[in-house]
């Protein structure tokens, strides 16, 4: 069974930093593309940055690009968001994301507040 499990989430001013993480299990992670979605009262969930496998080729929302960086760990079955620049924007539920055998699977998500 394919779990995902978020982490890192918390409160930070504008300006500021996170690192989120995604813990995979129940896949076998080095062969999936990996996705990071958010979502924020009102609005449809909104896919912010995605890493392909075997590649690591990269995509970014473009109001994250510059800003954002996805990474994975492919040893550690682990995929990254690291977040810089924290805008009162981005305040939302980080939710990770993989397709396998025409299913999606979602974590539980973690939630970022960008406040002053």
């Known amino acids: 069974q394919v779990q995902l499990v978020e982490s890192g989430g918390g409160l930070v001013q504008p300006g500021g930093s996170l690192i989120l993480s995604c813990a995979a299990s129940?896949?076998?992670?080095?062969?999936?593309?990996m996705n990071w979605y958010r979502q924020t009262p009102g609005k449809e969930r909104e896919l912010v940055a995605s890493i392909s496998s075997p590649s690591s080729t990269t995509d970014y929302a473009d109001s994250v690009k510059g800003r954002f960086t996805i990474s994975r760990d492919n040893a550690k079955n682990t995929v990254f968001l690291e977040m810089n620049k924290l805008k009162p924007d981005d305040t939302g539920v980080y939710y990770c994301?993989?397709?396998?055998?025409?299913?999606?699977?979602w974590g539980q998500g973690t939630q970022v507040t960008v406040s002053s």
């Open positions: 129940g896949l076998t992670f080095s062969r999936y593309d």
């Open positions: 994301n993989t397709h396998m055998g025409g299913s999606d699977y």
